[in-house]
């Protein structure tokens, strides 16, 4: 059974290709530093996720996200970082900064910036985004406590962020930063 981490411990595992999981705004999530391949693909493996699909990038502020969003307008800025009621992940064009299993086979990449204390706090500490993926098996719910996503996962995880979700009923809306569509509600 992974044991839960301090904030620092975590960093640590991260940075020595390790995957964990953390509280979001609705479900558990799980992570990876997106720069590390064989950590998106141990990931992707835990989920048992096909890698066409992708994965989400979240991060604590704008800043962190800047790699990503060279060549954005700054109307298409702001729209990241405008109040929502409901968690949104953005997807905006791919600019040759993000790994093929990050992107999956997609032309954008999927970013959210997070209001979470705990995600923004782990974003904050690591300095950079993380992947962030629901903590469940391709197909199957996503885990809603923490007794649930150890009984899951077992010995697969690294590292674990105590802490509460942020309330909300369901994953983050995805919507097109191009055309403000929504992918997903």
Not at 92 to 104: F, I
Not at 124 to 153: C, D, H, I, K, Y
Request: with cysteine; net charge negative; hydrophobic share 40%.
């Amino acid at each position: 059974m992974p044991q839960a981490r301090s904030l620092d411990a975590l960093v640590d595992i991260l940075r020595e290709g390790g995957v964990i999981a953390y509280p979001t705004e609705a479900v558990w999530g799980l992570g990876c530093d997106p720069d590390d391949v064989p950590a998106l693909q141990r990931l992707l493996d835990i989920k048992r996720r096909d890698p066409a699909k992708g994965v989400i990038l979240v991060a604590a502020d704008l800043e962190q996200c800047q790699p990503w969003l060279e060549g954005l307008a700054p109307d298409q800025r702001r729209r990241l970082v405008e109040p929502r009621a409901q968690p949104t992940t953005w997807l905006v064009p791919d600019n040759g900064r993000a790994h093929a299993l990050v992107r999956g086979e997609h032309t954008r990449v999927a970013l959210r910036i997070s209001e979470h204390p705990e995600v923004q706090a782990l974003c904050r500490a690591f300095g950079g985004p993380l992947v962030s993926t629901s903590a469940n098996r391709a197909g199957e719910p996503s885990v809603m406590s923490l007794e649930a996503l150890q009984q899951l996962f077992g010995n697969e995880l690294d590292g674990i962020l105590e802490g509460a979700l942020g309330g909300h009923t369901r994953p983050s809306t995805i919507r097109d930063l191009a055309t403000g569509d929504v992918l997903r509600a």
